[in-house]
């Protein structure tokens, strides 16, 4: 089969990775892609919202299934473009309709589907211009800390989480009549704040039929010991340790079913991953947010752990027969350390050039910002590589990543150097 993977970060390395390994893969085409995929798959410079380009490409090289690794193209309506083409509906494509998608693209409808469904979540109500006092009035009923969140896609940053009440009216108002984070902001919800620990489960889905993946956390701040800004995720690892059988009978049972179903029930195209973020307040899990794409960092965890070929499950996945796989997984932990530069997530350089790549043993290296110039990997993001290891448990896997990162170098290079420390 002929395959196309939409993105160029960790998380597309990652699947380009597992999907270069399948037997039922000919051809593996990644747009645009990095330095990394560059290595096991040919890389298209094609940006991932183009979809006259993707179509063109598609058809011209004759491609089977398409991939989709981040948000942007779902939201945008990928999938409804190739299944409303008559040259292009037969095409697999791995990512949900645009109704699914809105489960991230739109916070209120998320925490409507949630609040249709039973499914556990922040209590919440949501706010426009028009209904800015009502949302100042709603401040006021709420213990601090306040959870402003936009209601669009704001590349990870609309999320506000603030003390004192007298700023979270003054971003209120700022995100509803000053156009903080432009049209994503224009309706904001606020919601209760859950004081716990956050994981996420990854969930596969044809619509119908689902799977429930190894769960991951990552470490989304800068700074040690959960400080500073947030990023995409500066490690992560799987399994989670405290997600026992229980809880995790609980997540299933009040989450992932409930989510599953109301899919079905509201007839929505769902033929991929629902990444759904959670926290866990005392022995009980709640929904902080679901993402219609797998996570990175969480990729370069979850998928090494997946020993089935995943080109079988997405066929299967499009097919609508996710009930006939059952997933085979990897025992042992992984852990990723992301490698950053210096700066991340403000102001950063690019252009650095990465020595050491060559050194690393026993470790998988996902590039996430890379690009190659005459034989020399260079930084090109923010987040730059991930260093995956597998171990007996979470810190045997962190351990042996650690002793590699140290094998690699380039100029302003940062990593948190404390990942797990909050599990032991
Ligand atoms: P989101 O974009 O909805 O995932 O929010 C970003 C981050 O804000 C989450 O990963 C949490 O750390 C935090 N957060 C979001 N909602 C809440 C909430 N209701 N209570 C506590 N923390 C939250
Ligand atoms: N690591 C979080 C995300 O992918 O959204």
């Known amino acids: 089969m002929n395959i196309l993977i939409l993105g160029s970060g960790g998380r597309e390395h990652t699947f380009a990775y597992k999907i270069a390994q399948s037997k ?3 051809k593996l085409f990644v747009a645009p892609g ?3 995929t560059s290595k096991i798959a040919s890389n298209v410079a094609i940006k991932v919202t183009d979809f006259e380009a993707i179509k063109e490409f598609v058809l011209k090289e ?4 398409l991939i989709v690794g981040p ?5 945008q309506g990928i999938q409804d473009y190739f299944e409303k083409d008559e040259q292009l509906k037969n095409v697999m494509v791995i990512g949900p309709s645009k109704r699914g998608a809105l489960l991230e693209g739109s916070k209120e409808r998320a925490k409507e589907f949630m609040a249709l469904y039973k499914i556990p979540t922040a209590a919440y109500q949501s706010f426009t211009a028009e209904s800015l006092d009502a949302g100042k009035q709603f401040l006021e009923t709420l213990k601090p800390p306040y959870v402003l969140k936009a209601d669009g896609l704001a590349a990870g940053k609309g999320v506000l989480i603030l003390n004192d009440i007298e700023e979270a009216r003054t971003e209120l108002e700022n995100m509803l009549t000053h156009s903080k984070f432009g049209e994503a902001g224009s309706t904001v919800v606020i919601e209760e704040f859950l004081d716990g620990v956050e994981l996420s489960v990854f969930v596969l889905t044809d619509g119908e039929n689902y799977l429930t993946l190894p769960t991951a956390k990552d470490y989304k701040r800068i700074g040690e010991g959960n400080t500073g800004l947030n990023t995409g995720g500066m490690g992560a690892i799987s399994p989670v340790p405290f997600a026992d059988e229980v809880f995790m009978k609980k997540i299933e049972d009040r989450i992932v ?12 195209t769902y033929k991929g991953f629902i990444f759904i973020g959670l926290i866990k307040v005392g022995e009980e899990p709640y929904v902080i947010e679901y993402n219609v794409r797998m996570g990175d960092p969480e990729t370069e965890v979850v998928l090494p752990r997946i020993k089935s070929d995943l080109v079988e499950v ?3 996945t499009s097919e609508g027969k996710l009930n006939e796989v059952n997933l085979e997984i990897e025992e042992q932990s992984a852990a990723t350390v ?15 050039v990465i020595t050491g790549l060559e050194n690393i043993e026993d470790s998988l290296v996902f590039h996430a910002g890379t690009s190659e110039e005459n034989g020399t990997v260079k930084t090109n993001g923010g987040r730059v590589i991930a260093v995956t290891s597998f171990g007996e448990d979470y810190k045997q896997a962190l351990k042996k990543s650690y002793q590699n990162v140290e094998k690699l170098h380039f100029d302003k290079m940062y990593f948190r150097k404390d990942l ?3 599990l032991s």
């Open 71 to 75: 948000e942007d193209p779902l939201v």
């Open 338 to 352: 992301m490698l950053v530069s210096g700066g991340y997530p403000e102001a950063y350089e690019k252009g650095k």
């Open 62 to 65: 004759r491609m089977e299934m």
């Open 257 to 268: 079913k409930p989510t599953v179903e109301g899919i079905k029930k509201e007839k929505i």
């Open 34 to 36: 990095n330095a990394g």
């Open 314 to 316: 997405f066929k299967k």
């Open 420 to 422: 797990g420390f909050d």
């Open 24 to 26: 039922n893969c000919s």
